[in-house]
């Protein structure tokens, strides 16, 4: 049986690794079949990662990770979890390939996903213009012209955080109002840079190497027109990758899995959580990391004390 069993290969799941195997503990990783890295992987330059002043590639991050995870004992299988078992003192994870393992404790760390638009060139385009984080890449769009899709909160504080940077930040929104809290309404209405397209969704994304315009389709006619922007930000929403814990683990009202105070522990005992699957606010690559090392620290806490238990009652 394994002491620590980790789910994920984002920045979470890999400095828990980190942080667990430099503790003796032998993590064992499942990094998924298809998705090693996590979200990073999808991305170009990531320059506010602490300690990379040049910036670096998301994909060149996660590789370090890994390796600094591995140098130290961390067992890496590609290969995804497809189900959980968590009733038990002893937790059980069942990979891909079907095999069991077992482990006292489990750090859960799948991360989320955002919600695409499903179009043609959107995945071409990610990282060259079409973005789903304005925080990370806000920066590359200084003095353009760029539109942001949706109408909820996210949408809203997107948008309006843009204009730091952008000289003009279209939204663009397939009903003819807004989801958004009124305050956010409020203050994205007032800010002069900001101009809503209403009853329209995005019907092309163009662009050789890096986005040049939008095709934009009426909702109300079908008729279409050209936007010509540099940026897309697709804020439509985004799903905490919980679909193996449904009514095993206490979820909040967001999705997300529900964690105790500032810890990593969740409504099971053993079973620590970690990264975006648990936060439904700053979705950070250093913030997901941090969350690892809560979750790496707090797994080492519950295994020292059922080391102790176990201690005190071969002594009786
Ligand atoms: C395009 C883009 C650009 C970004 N740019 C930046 C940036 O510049 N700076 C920044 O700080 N943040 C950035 N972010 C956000 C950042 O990537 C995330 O906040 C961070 O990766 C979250 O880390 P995580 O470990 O929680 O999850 P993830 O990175 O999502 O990793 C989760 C991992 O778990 C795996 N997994 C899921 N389910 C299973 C399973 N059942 N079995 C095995 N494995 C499983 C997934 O395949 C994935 O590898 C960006 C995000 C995107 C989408």
Not at 1 to 29: D, E, V, W
Not at 139 to 151: L, M, Q
Not at 262 to 284: H, L, N
């Amino acid at each position: 049986m394994h002491q620590i069993i980790i789910i994920g290969s984002g920045p979470a799941g890999f400095t828990a690794a980190i942080y667990a195997a430099r503790a003796g503990l032998k993590p064992l990783l499942f990094a998924s079949s298809v998705a090693v890295g996590g979200e990073l992987m999808n991305t170009t330059e990531v320059e506010n990662f602490p300690g990379f002043p040049e910036g670096i590639q998301g994909p060149e991050l996660m590789q370090r990770m890994q390796e600094q995870a591995e140098k130290f004992g961390t067992q890496v299988v590609y290969d995804d979890i497809t189900e959980v078992d968590f009733s038990g003192d002893v937790k059980r994870v069942t990979a891909g390939d079907g095999t069991v393992h077992e482990a006292e404790t489990v750090i859960y760390a799948t991360g989320s996903a955002n919600r695409k638009l499903g179009i043609a060139d959107e995945d071409r385009l990610s990282g060259h213009g079409v973005s789903w984080c304005a925080t990370c890449d806000g920066f590359f769009f200084r003095e353009k012209t760029i539109a942001v899709v949706g109408g909820g909160d996210s949408a809203m504080e997107e948008a309006t955080f843009l204009t730091r940077f952008a000289d003009k930040v279209y939204v663009i929104h397939r009903r003819s109002e807004l989801k958004a809290s009124k305050i956010m309404q409020e203050r994205a209405f007032q800010n002069e840079k900001i101009e809503f397209i209403w009853d329209s969704e995005v019907a092309a994304i163009h662009g050789e190497n890096e986005v040049t315009g939008l095709t934009l389709r009426s909702t109300a006619d079908g008729s279409e027109r050209e936007l010509p922007v540099t940026g897309l930000f697709v804020a439509i929403g985004n799903d905490p990758r919980t679909h193996l814990v449904h009514g095993k683990l206490e979820l909040t009202a967001e999705g997300t899995i529900a964690v105790d105070g500032r810890t990593s522990r969740t409504s099971v005992p053993g079973v620590f959580a970690a990264g975006d699957v648990v936060d439904p606010t700053y979705r950070q690559a250093i913030t997901a990391a941090a969350s690892g090392t809560v979750a790496a620290l707090d797994a080492e806490h519950h295994l020292a004390a059922l080391e102790q238990e176990r201690s005190a009652l071969s002594a009786v």
